[in-house]
């Protein structure tokens, strides 16, 4: 089984006639995509030439791509790292990535379902969670409510979980 992957960025179109590229990107800044110089994109490694900001996201120059047509043809297309690739993480901290997929459990021990979406209103981060009945209930990440994770699955406290 290959290593999961890690969208860091999508490409939203060609950006002039030499081969750049409009990103949106996934990540905090255009600066976090220069440390790994390599991405898979449709199927192919487009290696990071130049990134910088453009007026709606990121502009970049990969050494694979020539022309606005080669630009153009990826549009949509996701630039993704291997898991592995990205920075190690502090006690406590995670990747939103991470999260997403895991069975979540109370401290009951009764199953409530599966992480779908990790937000971010302003205050912090937000758990959602979509029970087998596809109803769905959010939560704050932090400690009252949630009381751990790991590869498997999050523990979410009983009155959280109403």
């Known amino acids: 089984m290959s290593e999961r992957r ?11 006639v030499t081969g750049e590229l409009r990103l949106k990107l996934f990540s905090e800044s255009a600066a976090d995509l220069e440390r790994y110089g390599a991405f898979e994109a449709a199927g192919r490694t487009l290696t ?18 020539a022309d606005r047509s080669a630009a153009e043809a990826l ?5 993704t790292v291997p898991r592995s690739a990205l920075p190690p993480l502090a006690e406590d901290e995670y990747y ?3 999260l997403i997929g895991l069975a979540a459990v109370s401290t009951d021990g009764e199953p409530l379902g599966c992480v779908v979406a990790v937000e971010n209103f ?3 981060d937000v758990i959602e969670i979509e029970r087998p009945d596809g109803k ?21 406290d009983t009155d959280f979980a109403a």
């Open 122 to 124: 302003g205050a912090g």
């Open 6 to 16: 890690i969208t860091l960025a999508a490409i939203a179109g060609a950006h002039g």
């Open 75 to 79: 549009r949509g297309a996701e630039l």
């Open 136 to 156: 769905r209930f959010m939560i704050p990440m932090r400690a009252a409510a949630v009381h751990g994770w790991d590869t498997q699955r999050l523990t979410v």
């Open 96 to 98: 939103h990535a991470d």
């Open 48 to 65: 990071l030439a130049s990134i910088r900001l453009g007026s709606s996201g990121a502009i970049a120059r990969f050494a694979e791509i």
